[in-house]
């Protein structure tokens, strides 16, 4: 039933416009009491051989929805509702921006596969700050807040505008994520760079601890696809010093080369991050360098390219405890949590091994022994 609503009317819109029109439903769902309980009830069935522990927290499932979709963290429970086990808002930036100018997001359908250069478009972190403040949870689901660097705010400004935005943010977010691997901002990419970000992730920690200090609120970085592998380890070890509690892997590409793509060449060359099906390989390649790296030091998100049942469980096989997605929920719909719950659970059944915290990691373990 999706695909042809898909086909035949999103696939005839703006791919934002049409974005808008969706969350729209989902967030009108959400809000009626009798449709959003029986919603939930056939599209996020809980599985307790699914339930994992992560960063401190206790989740119903390690499936979330990446940073990106919800901007603004206006329908958190509308995601809930859809089966995601946690979702991450954001990215939120010091100040509102309106991000760069449209047309700004390209489907490349056959490729299952998004282009955006939105530019971290959001409300500010004071407004969502506050959003979250009021919000009434219908839904139990974890909230992981990711914020990045304002566009007008200089590099040499940006460690005192991560700063402002998790001092705003942090009270309100079961984690934190320090984003400063999307190419679409001028320079976001440079405070990867091990002597840019050490400052940075230090003085966003002593934030959170500083504006929260009764609990510790968790902290991630996320990392682009496009590191060259040396620089992976360098941010890995950075992380494991300086006692960050996960890195997400990986944000968006700005390759086209040696994906595959079979999409409209005008598109392919559009610029921005590219997510969805072709970067599974590369994040994938990613993550396993990463646990390689750190085993279970730091907890590790698998993000990127991660369509399938089989997708997530590989992750968890390469050492993510978390898996998130978001370019495929546009291509498969409101069932695709459910379809994904399903195949994970029959995955971890077949395996001979007895959770999830078990499986995590499980491939290197069979190299090495």
């Given at each position: ?219 991630l970085v996320k ?20 006692g960050v509690d ?10 086209r080369e040696g ?111």
């Open positions: 039933m999706y695909a042809l609503v898909f086909r035949l009317l999103f696939c005839r819109m703006d791919p934002e416009r049409a974005h808008h029109l969706a969350f729209a439903w989902i967030r009108l769902a959400a809000r009626v009491p009798v449709l959003r309980t029986f919603a939930a009830a056939f599209l996020a069935p809980r599985r307790k051989e699914l339930r994992v522990e992560a960063l401190g927290l206790r989740m119903h499932g390690p499936l979330g929805l990446a940073a990106g979709f919800d901007k603004n963290a206006t329908g958190v429970d509308g995601m809930a509702m859809l089966g995601f086990d946690h979702v991450e808002v954001g990215t939120v930036t010091g100040h509102a921006q309106p991000g760069n100018p449209r047309k700004r997001l390209f489907r490349l359908v056959q490729d299952r596969a998004l282009i955006n250069r939105m530019g971290f478009n959001n409300d500010g972190a004071a407004a969502v700050a506050a959003r979250l403040a009021a919000r009434r949870a219908v839904f139990r689901t974890t909230v992981g807040v990711n914020i990045g660097k304002t566009k007008a705010v200089p590099e040499e400004g940006a460690v005192a505008d991560y700063v402002a935005s998790a001092g705003a943010l942090a009270r309100h977010a079961d984690y934190l994520v320090v984003n400063v691997s999307s190419p679409n901002t001028p320079g976001l990419r440079n405070l990867q760079a091990t002597e840019a970000l050490r400052p940075l992730l230090t003085a966003v920690r002593e934030a959170a601890d500083r504006t929260v200090p009764e609990r510790r609120v968790p902290l990392i682009a696809p496009d590191l060259a592998d040396a620089d992976v380890d360098a941010v890995a070890d950075l992380a494991v010093e300086l996960g890195i997400i892997a990986t944000n968006t590409t700005v390759a994906l595959g793509l079979r999409g409209d060449p005008r598109t392919v060359v559009e610029t921005g991050g590219l997510s969805g099906a072709p970067l599974k390989e590369r994040s994938l390649t990613v993550l396993r360098r990463l646990y390689a790296r750190v085993g279970d030091r730091l907890t590790l998100v698998g993000a990127g390219g991660v369509t399938t049942a089989d997708d997530a469980w590989e992750r968890i096989l390469a050492g993510a405890t978390l898996v998130q997605g978001y370019s495929a929920f546009v291509y498969e719909g409101p069932l695709w949590m459910r379809g994904l719950h399903r195949g994970l659970a029959e995955r971890l059944a077949a395996s001979p091994y007895a959770t999830l915290a078990e499986a995590v990691g499980a491939e290197h373990r069979k190299v090495t022994a």
